[in-house]
């Protein structure tokens, strides 16, 4: 990708959609599932403490309120 050094333009509309943004270089995920990832993200917990249910793929009813 151009935006990130690349020397050929090979996204420019993401290059000007860059100009708007804030870039960060330098991330990490919680987890290398989605799942978590996003429920990290939006709970802003860590995955050990909100406890998804693997089989049903939802959060236990108590943090149900602490959601975004």
Request: charged share 20%; with cysteine; proline share 4%.
């Amino acid at each position: 990708m151009s935006l990130y050094g690349y020397f050929r333009e090979t996204t420019p509309f993401l290059d000007e959609f860059a100009k708007t943004c804030t870039m960060f270089d330098n991330i990490q995920t919680v987890s290398r599932f989605t799942n978590p990832s996003v429920i990290s993200f939006l709970t802003g917990k860590a995955p050990k403490t909100w406890q998804l249910r693997q089989q049903a793929g939802f959060l236990h009813e108590q943090d149900n309120s602490e959601n975004l």
